[in-house]
């Protein structure tokens, strides 16, 4: 007669898999318990705060008075008001610029400061210094520089006669010339620290690829083209994130230059936020619902950028 085997390996391998189960239920309760602070800091310093910001941006608020819930009115008069678009046009020519000679110089001059000669450590201090620097005193700084009647740009410029008999320009206080006087100070303030980024992804590209490449005959424009460019890809699209963030939110630099002057000519929106919320008016509502709407430009371009980044990640 056949004789049944018995169960006990089965039992023995549901055992193992009720052992397996518990301990992986173990692990990730662990697990969530370490992330817990670190969720509950995010919660509170992050979620709270956008949420009470959309919450406010539903509202008439003054911050004196109680706040009137008006729905979606403050956007629909967003979306009716042409000077945001105004202002915001502002911030993508201050994008455009900014991002384009950031990138350049930054991956350039890195190039350069990667090698090693005498003083180069003098010159990578240099380059960084201004980012250092406080936004006011910076400001300042150039303020006195872009002076029309004794500043450093048009004494050089009479002294050497390069205007000849046109007036020394009014730099800042032209209305042609504001905004692109404003872009070159904040490129001379943070190509410095692209600099130090790029030099970091330089340094992770491995010797032997350059190595292999020379042994093949590659000259260094080939080495540069072929090699340094692709695999800079992602470093790239990173420093062009930071380029495009700041200044979609740019604001310092312009209040403290010009105050949005000559005729609203240099105006950017994080200043039209400003102005809406502590200017006689009071409109915190309004502000913060502009706010939310830059929050979500900012998002959008950033995902773009970083599947940008996949691609070029895979394609490496």
Known sequence: ??????????????????????????????????????????????????????????????????????????YKRLFGDSKVFTFLSHNLVFGVWTVLFKTLLGFGIA???KERFRGVAFFRATFFMPVLMSF??????????????????????????????????AWLGDARLALGCIIIVDIWRWTGYHVVIFMAGLQTIPTEIYEAAVMDGASELQQLWHITIPQ????????????????????????TMTSGGPYNTTKTIALYVYEQAFSTTARFGYATAI?????????????????????ARKNT
């Open 1 to 74: 007669m056949l004789q049944t085997q018995p169960a006990r390996p089965l039992e023995k391998r549901g055992l193992q898999r009720g052992i397996l189960g518990s301990k992986r239920v173990r692990d990730n309760v662990s697990a969530y318990l370490f992330l817990l602070p670190t969720l509950i800091l995010f919660c509170v310093f992050t979620v709270y705060p956008f949420l009470n910001a959309f919450y406010i941006s539903l509202c008439k608020w003054d911050a004196l008075t109680p706040m009137q819930y008006v729905g979606l009115d403050n």
């Open 111 to 113: 190039l350069l400061l």
């Open 136 to 169: 006011v005193a910076i400001g300042m700084l150039w303020q006195y520089i872009y002076n029309p009647a004794s500043g450093l740009i048009n004494s050089i410029g009479i002294a050497l006669n390069i205007f000849g008999k046109l007036s020394a320009p």
């Open 232 to 255: 800079m890809h992602v470093i790239t699209l990173t420093n062009m994130i930071f380029c495009m963030t700041g200044a979609i939110s740019v604001f310092d630099l312009i209040y």
């Open 291 to 311: 706010n939310i709407f830059l929050f979500f430009i900012i998002l959008i371009i950033t995902v773009f950028m970083m599947k940008l980044m996949d691609v």
